[in-house]
């Protein structure tokens, strides 16, 4: 856990560089160009993932000096597992597809970075007027559980209390959503900026988080990108076309992890302000 104490002024939140080095580029340019130094700026995890440079975009967020939590890719890199630790099923598009971008991020991915990766906290919290906001990966009980908008309502109360939490901030899943819970807490996914949201564009997805006369508001902001190179960064590592096509077309390869509702959602631009 790393307690960031009282947090004043708008913060910058985005999940899943990915190894997209051209998102992770433009995310770090809107954060200059918002003006919000790096000590405003959270990343929920997953540095490094499907795309082609796992390296390049570790360095990046390390000389940026945002703040990281620890996400299952992290964990497991730090460990030298054997997988993302995604938790796909065995054979599914999605497992298929990782054990190779794993692999080619684990062949690049050097012992500081690593080491790197092992110290980053599973929990960042920080206090923003009178609200107690606990920044995790996935689930607070869990890295690698996947919460979404249509996830039960119970559950997110439960770990709220869990994590002693007006406001959770979580990733991961990979589809931005802001959720005002039965109680009045929030949880929040700012969504992740190295894929797209399945959403059929080709936009990734970082958010704003604003504390307004004691209210906490969250923004939902689009992050155009150079995803033709990174697209083609992929192609030239030859990974499979799978996560190529997917910042290409903003669909995913697989909808294995997504629930009926997000499932059912596919390729329709997000609802959300
Ligand atoms: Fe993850």
Redesign the pocket.
């Given at each position: 856990m790393s307690d960031l104490g009282e947090i004043a002024g708008p913060l910058l939140i985005f999940g899943?560089p990915c190894s997209n080095l051209q998102a992770t580029t433009a995310v770090r340019a809107e954060a200059a160009m918002l003006g919000i130094p790096p000590e405003r700026c959270v990343c929920t995890?997953?540095v490094t993932?499907y795309c082609a440079n796992p390296r390049e975009t570790v360095a990046l967020v390390r000389e940026w000096g945002c703040h990281v939590v620890m996400?299952?890719?992290e964990e497991n890199l730090a460990n030298d597992a054997g997988d993302?630790?995604?938790g796909f099923a065995e054979g599914t598009a999605c497992d298929v597809l990782a054990r190779e971008w794993y692999a080619h991020a684990s062949s690049l991915i050097g012992a500081d970075d690593r080491a790197w990766m092992g110290r980053l906290p599973r929990r960042i919290s920080f206090r923003c007027g009178t609200q107690r906001v606990v920044v995790i990966?996935?689930a607070v009980d869990t890295?690698?559980r996947y919460v979404f908008a249509s996830s039960p309502e119970a559950d997110k109360l439960e770990q709220a209390t869990r994590a002693n939490a007006d406001i959770i901030i979580g990733?991961?899943?990979g589809i931005p959503f802001t959720q005002r819970l039965a109680d009045g807490r929030i949880w929040h996914n700012a969504g992740i900026i190295g894929i797209p949201a399945n959403d059929g564009a080709t936009d990734t997805w970082y958010s704003l988080m604003h504390s307004e006369g004691g209210a906490i508001r969250f923004e939902h902001r689009r992050l155009a990108y150079d995803f033709q190179s990174a697209a083609a960064a992929m192609r030239e590592a030859h990974l499979a076309d799978g996560y190529a096509l997917a910042l290409e077309t903003g669909i995913w390869p697989s909808l294995d992890i997504l629930p009926a509702k997000e499932r059912g959602e596919t390729g329709l631009p997000l609802a959300i302000a």
């Open positions: 899943g995890g997953d993932a996400g299952n890719c993302c630790g995604c990966h996935g890295i690698n990733g991961h899943s």
